[in-house]
């Protein structure tokens, strides 16, 4: 089933994780709802303005899931709000950057970045309609800090 032009359930609700442990991490038609929604207004934009494909690394997750793999049970990955991911051939800080400047959404997190690595962790970025805080914040595996205009 394709959400929107590029990005498909299935590779929103892949993990191998899942696969692993045997954990069926189907979601709820209103998850699936918001998933379109972060695809819309996350995903596309994104895939738009730097023209390379990429597959997000992680989309929806069951409770199940998301406590397996040591996550928050306030998650927005589990009502499908939310998604990791990067793409390749561009610095995470510089697609956080983009996606602050350009883009509405409730988090965007810069995910165990290192700034020795411009490719070091990952992007979450959730949407959740008009209620968005557009935080932002950097992560180093450590400590939570607000993400300027680095």
């Known amino acids: 089933m394709n959400l929107s032009e590029h990005f498909t359930l299935t590779e929103l ?3 191998q994780t899942a696969d692993r442990l045997g954990i069926n991490n189907t979601p709820s ?3 699936v709802e918001c998933l379109i929604v972060v695809c819309e207004k996350i995903l ?3 895939r738009d303005n730097y023209g390379v494909p990429f ?5 929806f997750r069951c409770p199940e899931l998301n406590e397996a ?5 306030t998650s927005q990955h589990i009502s499908g709000e939310a998604v990791d991911f ?3 051939g561009i ?33 979450h970025c959730s949407y959740c309609g008009d209620d968005n805080r557009n935080d932002a914040k950097r ?12």
């Open 55 to 59: 597959t997000p690394s992680s989309g």
């Open 44 to 46: 596309e934009p994104v």
């Open 91 to 123: 610095p995470n800080m510089g697609l956080a950057h983009w996606i602050m400047n350009n883009l509405d959404y409730d988090q965007m997190l810069l995910e165990f970045y290192r700034d020795n690595d411009p490719n070091s962790g990952w992007v």
């Open 139 to 150: 992560f180093d595996g450590k400590v939570w800090l607000p993400l300027g205009e680095d």
């Open 86 to 88: 990067e793409v390749p």
């Open 69 to 73: 793999i040591g996550s928050s049970n």
């Open 13 to 15: 609700v892949k993990s």
């Open 29 to 31: 038609g209103d998850a």
